[in-house]
């Protein structure tokens, strides 16, 4: 439906519908590796070919949807498709659900756009190309708690990217019902994967690229009915019972009701079809009521509960869900009410509906999970817009009694240059006055927001808005914009949720501005302690590459250097400091500094680090330090190394020939004053490539160490030696293809004498 998330090691099935996700993290393995199509019977066609239109492309995914879900026995299906969002200025991807099946639209509001950060199962499943799979609503909470806050029924759910020739294209999710296994058959996972392959190559047939709607399709999924079975003998059929009968379609609509039941609700046939029965009749207009046909309808799951019509007969309700709607029975309840139930509960006024109970919840726990302040733009012009279906965004922050614009959605360049840096006490919108009243404004046309502020609707061109204070106890943080592009009446329900929300989007601005300025003073401190450019040598190119992990706002503790020592040696040196801190920062900058020192006076590279762990044994710090020096005698193409406990280099000397190199290590720097760091000396012939890294490169979780070096020697002996940057991503991408670094990396490469084969 960020960081890494675990799930179940048995479920973690690559799907062979892609590239290879490559060695490490993202490449999930598992004992189910080998099902695949072949393993059981998909029956799936090769769809229309290239003379696909854009109309027959979406009824050829619908048709593909509709059987994938079908064949695998779910109960519910989706498909996402890549889209791009043009929220902070760049295009980033989206995903966006385009068909649906078995579940009603409203159901699916705060998953219909979803960017591919989002902790949710297909976001994983595409970012890692393999198939998510959820077996039980207790593994959803443990894996991916926003998604269950939102769905809290009992169910199981696969999501699958959809892989193309040369394109990822989306994903698709199946959901099951309750009474599915917790654990999906080879069968099963054969025929997911065969519909995601059908719906990719459907994709990569169409000459042209798929619509986007605004809003998912609805796709029936055909339920089997007995030829001879007429709707006159089943209504007569259930006449006859002795209890009320009801039939909903899956948006809560009552379709069909017996005498019986008209009689035990109260209210004739008449008023009641065509309407949602917790919205036509006030004593069970509860929140209570509509999430037990909410349950009904996601879990598939018989579902019972009692309700009390006034003046106090309690009837008690039988739903059982399927494909095509609800069935329910409607029974009077003997003997006594419960204790502490209520004679006739009354109808409270201005309760929102369960389905933007749910929504709000979702939007708090996605505006906490926000880090930075795009992220925090990206959410709102991504799910909070479309919830409300809302067109335009402008996410204004106090600075120094300013409004400067953060981001914003949906106006032109024109009109943000003319409202970005208004003045706090300005009169031409109302962004100043209400974030000084605390009260929020709602203008449901132009007439009414020109009635105000006459210059105000001139400016973006926008028939309605809601202009939310952002307030953090008492304190103004800033102001967001929410418009339309068309006159829009707000409801009581969407003010209160919007006030609400608006508290939750100020917190998140507050730490999201926080976040940004201990990052940006982290990246600041962090380039100051790294070379700014690296030495140019006759005969000798160097590449150098940093990557943090990416988590918090620590300072990593990597370092690298290339030094010129005089026309025609070099040193290079790297090491990872241990931990993230200021004082790991404050060590890497003595040991950077030390090393220099001593490697530029002309001592050997054993008396270099010699030299450099007395320094820090007598700093008497409590962190280590590895490292690994290499000195580079370019005339006689020959390096000597030494190296204090840090991993081993590689060299590549030819087209398929590539190792690490095997050097004696010396203990870590600041253990012993006494240590002595035994050099290694061997040639370094023209055209060769030496390459240093440090330990986040190889140390993969749950992969093991030496088998993830193997893979990167393999790949360097193959590689594209006269491009050094692209040959560190090439060793990068290798093992970290979904870009989510556990660990700091550095990658030092070194290529001697002129470029050969």
Not at 277 to 289: F, G, K, T
Request: hydrophobic share 40%; net charge negative.
């Amino acid at each position: 439906m960020g960081g890494k998330r675990s799930v179940p090691h048995d479920e973690r099935t690559p799907t062979p519908a892609g590239p290879p996700a490559g060695t490490g993290a993202g490449a999930g393995t598992g004992p189910d590796e080998g099902a695949g199509p072949g393993a059981a019977d998909t029956g799936t066609t090769a769809g229309p070919g290239s003379g696909t239109t854009p109309g027959t492309l979406d009824h050829a995914l619908d048709s593909a949807l509709a059987d994938t879900v079908r064949r695998t026995g779910a109960a519910i299906g989706g498909l996402y498709l890549m889209a791009q969002s043009e929220a902070l200025g760049t295009s980033t991807p989206m995903l966006r659900l385009v068909a649906l099946c078995g579940l009603p639209e409203e159901f699916t509001t705060p998953w219909q756009r979803l960017p591919m950060t989002a902790p949710v199962p297909v976001a994983d499943a595409i970012r890692d190309n393999r198939l998510v799979w959820v077996g039980s609503q207790g593994d959803m909470v443990r894996h991916y708690p926003r998604a269950a806050a939102v769905l809290p029924y009992p169910f199981a759910l696969a999501a699958l990217p959809l892989y193309g020739a040369h394109r990822c294209w989306g994903g698709i999710v199946l959901m099951w019902p309750a009474d599915h296994p917790r654990h999906s058959t080879a069968r099963e996972r054969a025929r997911i994967v065969s519909g995601a392959r059908r719906l990719a190559q459907l994709l990569d047939d169409a000459p042209t690229e798929p619509s986007l709607p605004e809003r998912p399709r609805s796709v029936p999924v055909d339920a089997a009915h007995h030829p001879l079975q007429t709707g006159l003998a089943a209504a007569d059929y259930l006449e006859r019972l002795p209890w009320g009968a009801l039939s909903l379609d899956l948006e809560g609509r009552i379709t069909f009701i017996s005498r019986t039941a008209s009689r035990l609700l109260g209210r004739g046939a008449d008023r009641l079809l065509g309407t949602r029965p917790w919205e036509s009749l006030p004593w069970l207009d509860d929140p209570v009521h509509e999430d037990h046909y909410r349950t009904a309808v996601v879990s598939r799951a018989p579902v019972y509960f009692t309700a009390v019509r006034p003046p106090g007969e309690a009837l008690a309700f039988e739903l059982y869900p399927d494909a095509s709607g609800i069935s329910v029975r409607v029974i009077p309840r003997s003997g006594p009410l419960p204790d502490g139930a209520p004679a006739a509960p009354a109808r409270r006024p201005g309760i929102a509906p369960t389905g933007r109970l749910y929504q709000l919840v979702h939007l708090a726990a996605a505006l906490g999970e926000t880090v930075g302040v795009q992220d925090l733009v990206a959410l709102v012009a991504g799910q909070i817009l479309p919830a409300f279906g809302a067109q335009g965004l402008v996410l204004s922050a106090a600075d120094a009694g300013r409004l400067k614009i953060t981001g914003h959605h949906g106006y032109p360049r024109e009109a943000i240059e003319r409202l970005d840096a208004l003045p706090l006490s300005t009169e031409l919108t109302p962004a100043g006055q209400v974030l000084a009243s605390g009260a929020p404004a709602f203008f449901a046309s132009p007439a009414e927001l020109a009635a105000r502020f006459p210059r105000a609707p001139r400016i973006s061109g926008k028939q309605a808005w809601a202009f939310l204070p952002l307030i953090v106890t008492g304190r103004p943080v800033g102001c967001c914009i929410l418009s339309y592009d068309e006159p829009h009446a707000f409801t009581a329900d969407e003010r209160a949720v919007l006030t609400s929300l608006a508290g939750l989007i100020a917190q998140a601005l507050d730490r999201a501005r926080l976040y940004d300025a201990k990052q940006q003073l982290v990246q600041e401190l962090q380039r100051a302690l790294l070379p700014r450019t690296l030495p140019t040598l006759p005969g000798l190119a160097v590449a150098a590459r940093y990557l943090p992990a990416g988590h918090g706002v620590e300072i990593g503790g990597d370092f690298y250097d290339v030094l010129r020592l005089d026309s025609r040696t070099a040193a290079a040196v790297i090491g990872d400091v241990e931990g993230h801190s200021v004082a790991a920062a404050a060590l890497m900058g003595q040991v950077r500094t030390a090393i220099h020192a001593h490697a530029t006076s002309g001592a050997s590279p054993d008396e270099v680090l010699a030299c450099t762990n007395r320094l820090l044994t007598e700093l008497d710090s409590e962190l280590l330090v590895s490292c690994l020096y290499v000195h580079l005698d370019l005339d006689r193409h020959l390096i000597t190394l030494a190296s204090a406990g840090h991993v081993a280099p590689l060299l590549r000397t030819g087209p398929g020939r590539a190792r690490t190199v095997e050097a004696e290590p010396g203990p870590l720097l600041g253990i012993d004053t006494r240590a002595r760091y035994p050099t290694t000396s061997l040639p370094l012939p023209p055209g060769a490539v030496l390459t240093l890294y440090t330990d986040g490169l190889v140390e993969v979780p749950g992969a093991d160490a030496s088998e993830v070096t193997a893979d990167l020697v393999a790949h360097l002996a193959g590689a594209d030696h006269r491009d050094l940057e692209g040959l560190i991503d090439g060793l990068v991408g290798r093992i970290w293809p979904t870009a989510r670094y556990s660990d700091d990396i550095t990658v030092l490469a070194l290529r001697a004498g002129p470029v050969g084969p």
